[in-house]
């Protein structure tokens, strides 16, 4: 089977499902992005053992669950309130990843000390990065999703009234799923866009030192596609967005994406390795797969947090 049919096929065996969780969103997108993170994380491990560290994976796992789990802060925090009957004191978003941070660096470090893995430094270093180039950035792609919740949300711009009925938390919860899909559709065209723009017209080496077989033609036809995807997804289904926005988006997933993607192989050609994992035929691993996601993700969350619904 040709590298392209086998990608063709697992994409259309998985992107139905994907986009199914991606549209009922809350604990289903958080399981589906843990899933993704947990995944990622022991193709990073096993990249980072090829050089010769030993990062903590399980430390690893547990920090960044917590992370994503943070983004999550809204959700249980009225879930659990419903659950009790009565109001459990959490603590703000930004101090829940503050303080899963601060006790991540203390407990690595002081597991460091009963570890026998060669050099401490390297270790640790490579636990760290795992730990907020993963767990936090997919944190983010949970966050753009939640951010369609009624506490996160502008809902008295966008309904006239802070207290929406049935209907409109219906309609918000439509928004989420749709934005959540279009950012998804619009990394995954912008890939197919750079592969094929690439494969017909590329002829200058985009970052030949990283990724040998990129153009500069492919990149564009990239962000093209992408741009090109967020402005019909503003069009048809993200009313709440202005087109200037939705270019932005598009924009952002076109070059901060693609760069995403030459970060991971850099690092997989620093580790000597192709692919990150050979889980999914065409495609390579599931780090391979989400590397634009991974990337994109904290950006999208600002632009839509401090900008779109300022």
């Excluded at 270790?123 to 730990?131: D, K, R, S, V, W």
């Excluded at 009313?239 to 850099?266: K, N």
């Amino acid at each position: 089977m040709s590298n392209l049919a086998a990608r063709v096929i697992v994409a259309v065996v998985a992107v139905p499902g994907i986009l199914l969780l991606a549209y009922l969103g809350g604990y289903f997108w958080f399981l589906f992005v843990a899933a993704v993170f947990i995944a990622a994380t022991v193709e990073y491990a096993r990249m980072c053992r090829a050089k010769g560290a030993w990062p903590q994976t399980a430390s690893i796992v547990v920090g960044g669950l917590g992370l994503l789990a943070a983004f999550l802060h809204e959700r249980l925090g009225m879930d659990a309130a419903a659950l009790t009957g009565g109001q459990i004191p959490l603590p703000l978003q930004w101090q829940a990843i503050v303080w899963v941070s601060l006790l991540f660096v203390i407990g690595v470090l002081t597991a460091e000390l009963f570890r026998d893995k060669d050099s401490a430094l390297l270790n640790a270093a490579t636990t760290f990065l795992g730990m907020f180039y993963l767990g936090l950035c997919l944190g983010a792609a949970v966050g753009i999703r939640e951010i369609f919740s009624p506490a996160e949300f502008p809902v008295s711009r966008m309904f006239g009234t802070a207290f929406p009925d049935t209907a409109q938390l219906a309609q918000l919860s439509r928004w989420g799923g749709a934005m959540t899909i279009a950012v998804l559709a619009s990394i995954w065209l912008c890939d197919t866009a750079a592969y094929f723009g690439g494969k017909a017209m590329g002829r200058h080496k985009l970052f030949e030192r990283v990724s040998p077989k990129k153009t500069w033609e492919g990149a564009v036809w990239g962000f093209a596609g992408a741009v090109g995807t967020m402005a019909a997804a503003q069009a048809l289904a993200l009313p709440f967005l202005s087109v200037v926005d939705a270019l932005v988006i598009g924009a952002m997933v076109g070059t901060i994406g693609q760069i995403g993607d030459l970060v991971e192989s850099l690092l997989k050609r620093d580790a000597g390795v192709k692919d990150s994992s050979a889980l999914l035929p065409g495609h390579g691993g599931v780090f391979d797969r989400f590397d634009s996601l991974i990337f994109v993700s904290p950006a999208l969350f600002l632009y839509l947090d401090f900008v779109v619904f300022a």
